[in-house]
């Protein structure tokens, strides 16, 4: 059956949200990110793009760049909160939809057609957000998201697009390789090297040759550059959280213990996050008392995946759970109302040292399941009966786990 999918996307998202609060800023070159000497720009508006500067350039560079930009340190929470605001015009308007990222979505207008047309009705969903939001959002409509989300991206700023059935080839045909969201830096190197700069080299060449160039992911890549893609919307409501829990092998009262153990739930859970690409919005500590009473706690946080901002909560949301009156069974922590998104979200509160660090930190878990002072991060793991994250790969691709070489014996 043929579906209408909607790709939505808001325009300059982080810098929308400043002008909306600051109309003066409008028209203006603006850098949103960290303003310390070590800052990263975390978003640009068009008028900053000219000059040259792009997102996670440093901010010292980006100023020398575009000297007149003005510069803004930015405020997840803000942001956060403005994404709710269009997260519910279109949970209102459309049966379907996911959350793709904390300024994109996808819905899926499959057979809405009999009713009103959906071009039409994106239309006006898309005027709706304007005028409720006050930013301005684009849209790509097509028999796909692959296809869709290449539309809006066309389409911007501040407009729509609409591919009709059976033109999706063509369609892509004459824009460069990299404009596939799947072709990174790194595969596009590779297809310049073998003289591939147009989808429509890729089109024009067989399946095989691209399964041998790029294996599994050349296959993918022919199926795109042809304009397929069979990839659902998935329900917003539907995304999964993740949480991580302790039974006690013996009721315990040892606060230390219990905080040490939260920490390193945080760390792990934190740490698929980052590894997945997926944002929190939303932390929460479960207790179990010894009598099976089990209570939980929950607060709604800007989006992030940085240890340095959720553990905090977890800690402060375990005291004001904690009555210290009985032994404790159980501890738990959960992370739900995830989005995908980078880390980037926090690029305002952090120097360029913090986020290179913590990708290095990723790098070193990932690679030998050890954390950055060269202890093995099992050692929570097997004294605290927290299965190992470093080990896990991500999370949420539905991937097997991939177990490090040097565990196998
Ligand atoms: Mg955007």
Redesign the pocket.
């Known amino acids: 059956m043929d579906r209408t999918i909607l790709h939505l996307?808001?325009?300059?998202?982080f810098v929308s949200v400043e002008r909306r609060l600051d109309s003066r800023l409008n028209h203006k070159p603006i850098l949103v990110g960290g303003t310390g000497d070590r800052g990263v720009v975390a978003a640009c508006s068009y008028e900053a793009r000219s000059f040259g500067v792009h997102s996670g350039m440093p901010m010292k560079m980006a100023r020398m760049m575009c000297p007149e930009a003005i510069v803004i340190r930015g405020e997840a929470g803000t942001y956060t909160q403005h994404s709710k605001v269009v997260t519910e015009i279109i949970r209102e308007a459309v049966p379907l939809f996911e959350k793709a990222s904390i300024?994109?979505f996808y819905a899926d207008l499959s057979g809405m057609d009999k009713f009103f047309g959906c071009y039409h009705m994106a239309s006006e969903l898309r005027q709706r957000i304007i005028r409720e939001s006050g930013l301005p959002i684009s849209f790509g409509l097509s028999t796909n998201k692959l296809v869709s989300k290449v539309a809006t991206g066309e389409a911007k700023p501040n407009n729509q697009l609409k591919i009709d059935w059976g033109t999706e080839k063509e369609f892509l045909a004459p824009m460069p390789v990299k404009k596939i969201p799947m072709v990174g830096e790194k595969t596009n190197q590779i297809l310049y090297n073998l003289g591939i700069k147009q989808v429509r080299t890729i089109q024009e060449m067989p399946m095989e040759m691209m399964g041998t160039v790029l294996g599994k992911n050349g296959l993918l890549l022919w199926n795109r550059a042809h304009g397929r893609d069979e990839s659902p919307v998935i329900p917003f409501h539907e995304r999964k959280s993740i949480s991580n829990e302790r039974t006690f092998g013996k009721d315990t009262g040892d606060l230390r213990r219990m905080r040490e153990m939260l920490r390193a739930m945080g760390e792990n859970l934190a740490f698929q996050l980052r590894n997945g690409n997926k944002l929190t919005s939303c932390v929460s500590v479960k207790i179990r008392y010894a009598d099976f009473n089990t209570y939980s706690r929950q607060l709604k946080i800007p989006y992030t995946s940085a240890d340095h901002v959720l553990i905090p909560h977890i800690e402060h949301l375990f005291d004001q759970l904690y009555n210290r009156r009985m032994l404790v069974r159980l501890i738990g922590v959960n992370f739900s109302d995830l989005v995908s998104g980078h880390y980037q979200i926090n690029l305002f509160d952090d120097t360029e040292e913090k986020l290179n660090l913590y990708q290095a930190m990723d790098h070193i878990r990932n690679r030998y399941g050890y954390n950055s002072k060269g202890s093995p991060i099992l050692s929570w793991g097997t004294t605290l009966g927290i299965p190992n994250m470093g080990s896990m790969g991500n999370p949420f691709n539905g991937e097997p786990p991939i177990i490090p070489a040097h565990r196998n014996a």
């Open positions: 996307d808001l325009d300059t998202f300024d994109e």
